[in-house]
Every structure is written in C-alpha cells, then in structure tokens.
T-cell receptor
C-alpha cells in the first residue's frame, strides 16, 4: 500500500525566507507527483506536476524535485511572502489514483 | 470556463437522512473523482470514474454510491448518513495530457462541500 508522509506538519517563517517542504512515499512505482496549494475553506490548486521520468519542475518562485529511487520530493519556495500562507499537499499518482499526504501548514509572517 | 463545480457548498444532515452531492465539469475530461478530507489527514479517494459509464471503488467506499450521469456530471449519494461521514467532500476531474517527457494526468478540483451529520 502506498503511503505518503509530509514533514513538517506545520511551519512558521518570517517573510523573505527561503524554505523547503518535504514529501516521502513508500512505493517508488509512481507515474507522477503533484504539489497542491489549499487555502482555508477552499479547494486545491495544482502548483507543479513532476512526471516519473523527470527530476524537477519550476514555476516562478517554486521548484519541486523528485527522487524516485529514495521515495522523496521537495518543494522549495524562494523569498517567501505572506500570500504564500496556505496548506501544501503532496500527492503521488499510483495505480491510476492519487494518494495524498496530510499536508504542511505554512504561515509566512510579515 | 467554470472548471469543476459542486453543489451544495454546505449541508447539515441528521443521522439516517440521505442526500446527493452534485459535481459537474466543463473541461471535457474523461475521468472524475470523489474524495473526502478529514482534519489532519490527506484527501482519501471514495470512488472514481475513468470514463462515462464506468465507476470503481477507491480507498473508502463504504456508505457511498456514485452515478456517472454523463461525461460532465458525477454524483455522490449517501443513503443513510452517519456522524462518521462528517467531512469535506471534493470532486475532481482529469484528462491525459502530453509533454515531450511523456503523458500524465493532472487533476483539477472543485471548491468542496462541507457536510455535517448530527
């Protein structure tokens, strides 16, 4: 059974800091890995999708990496802003389904 | 394009009542999904539909039924609601896309339905 773990569960940083969110998964037989953002009381917004054949994807201040062999992914956020405050969810596509981690709650203080 | 829409946004039920959650997408996606999200946990798949006319169980299907009415609509029914079904329910849809590095499925989510069962 595929299990996805996100560390830390919560993170509070001052504005301007660079930060890393971690995601690990137990079975490396994944098709892709997707990072989502969820604002309180809202749905999920897709941030980045890394296919199993890729090592990383970048969008603006966000960079996501994937190491399938070790079962790890990281989401790097550069120069954090208060508007980045949200819950970040990692999900792996496994057997034609998405398996989610519990998320990291990020707070960026101004 | 509205993307993925869900109705209702909020609902309160008494134990034993039934209701149907509605989901529709206007992106011409083949696959649709229903998830539930509980505090401190990630989203868990209830049911999914890979194409019109097909449905399959996910991780937590007990107590739910689904109908893929047509390509656009995928409904979730609670026949006899229980307090354990208090949750936020999300509908999603996806379509296979292609990059130079290969094909992939990217899921798009609706805003969710907050359900409380008393």
């Amino acid at each position: 059974k595929q299990e996805v773990t996100q560390i830390p569960a919560a993170l509070s940083v001052p504005e301007g800091e660079n930060l890393v969110l971690n995601c690990s998964f137990t079975d490396s037989a994944i098709y892709n890995l997707q990072w989502f953002r969820q604002d309180p009381g809202k749905g999920l917004t897709s941030l980045l999708l890394i296919q199993s054949s890729q090592r990383e994807q970048t969008s603006g201040r966000l960079n996501a990496s994937l190491d399938k062999s070790s079962g790890r992914s990281t989401l790097y956020i550069a120069a954090s802003q208060p508007g980045d405050s949200a819950t970040y969810l990692c999900a792996v596509e496994y057997g034609n389904k998405l398996v989610f981690g519990a998320g990291t709650i990020l707070r960026v203080k101004s | 394009n509205a993307g993925v829409t869900q109705t209702p946004k909020f609902q309160v039920l008494k134990t034993g009542q039934s209701m149907t959650l509605q989901c529709a997408q206007d992106m011409n996606h083949n696959s649709m999904y229903w998830y539930r999200q509980d505090p401190g946990m990630g989203l868990r798949l209830i049911y999914y539909s890979a194409s019109e006319g097909t449905t399959d169980k996910g991780e937590v299907p007990n107590g739910y039924n689904v109908s893929r009415l047509n390509k656009r609509e995928f409904s979730l029914r609670l026949e006899s609601a229980a307090p354990s079904q208090t949750s936020v329910y999300f509908c999603a849809s996806s379509k296979t896309k292609s990059r130079t590095s290969g094909s992939y499925n990217e899921q798009f989510f609706g805003p969710g339905t907050r359900l409380t069962v008393l």
